[in-house]
């Protein structure tokens, strides 16, 4: 699992650049005070809304940033391409890859995990053995249901969620959600949340093990999260 601390003995030490995956979006307005804490601080390209790059220097000679989808994060840090990255705890869980470990929860991020519906739907759920669900979390979603002894039929959707149901897609969705003003605005109410959710620090786990940087860094992102 991967909240489980890996062995530290028997391995070499790597000395190669680092590469950091941060997410676009809020979280990532959110983690830069603590990656500075942290000393890490990108390029001034990194803050010009024209640029169009996905790689960044930092302050550190040794260690580069790359700016991609959140979900691309975990893959990018689970396959070594990345060392250490941020990303929502939700993503974390929809994949489970086991060479994640997220030693930190950086408390930043905060949203839920919640099924929703039409306003006016009134339909009855109880015996239902079957739903079609859409959302871009099929295996949270699949799992969710499953413990009701529902068959969730997912439908992957990678954006514009509230749709669905009001042009028949799917009676519910499965989404992220945070004030619940956009459920709101597109006659949805939220019917049931399925998991808390906060960004956490992720690092590959080879990689935690072989270079002694990584784990530096987990401390001082612990450190940064703890004042």
């Avoid at 680092?18 to 603590?34: C, M, Q, S, Y």
Wanted: proline fraction near 4%.
């Amino acid at each position: 699992m991967i909240h489980s601390p890996p062995s530290q003995s028997g391995l070499s030490l790597s000395s190669g650049p680092l590469t950091f995956a941060v997410p676009k979006g809020r979280i990532l307005d959110e983690a830069l005070p603590l990656m500075a804490k942290a000393g890490i601080v990108p390029e001034d390209g990194f803050h010009d809304k024209s640029n169009r790059s996905l790689s960044f220097g930092t302050s550190r000679d040794d260690m580069r940033l790359i700016r991609v989808r959140a979900f691309d994060v975990a893959t990018f840090v689970a396959h070594g391409a990345a060392q250490i990255g941020i990303v929502g705890s939700d993503v974390i869980e929809e994949f489970d890859y086991d060479d994640l470990y997220a030693p930190v929860d950086l408390d930043i991020g905060h949203c839920r995990l919640s099924v929703a519906r039409m306003a006016d739907d009134t339909e009855e759920d109880a015996n239902a053995t079957h739903l079609r669900v859409a959302t871009k979390y099929p295996n949270l979603t699949a799992r969710h249901f499953e413990a009701s002894g529902i068959q969730a039929e997912c439908v992957k959707l990678n954006g514009a969620m509230e749709l669905a149901p009001s042009l028949g897609l799917a009676r519910q969705i499965v989404d992220l959600v945070s004030s619940g003003a956009t459920l709101k605005q597109n006659g949805l109410v939220e019917t049931q949340a399925i998991i808390d959710i906060t960004a956490r620090l992720i690092v590959n786990r080879a990689a935690y093990k072989t270079d002694p940087r990584v784990a530096q860094l987990v401390e001082a992102f612990r450190e940064g999260a703890e004042q």
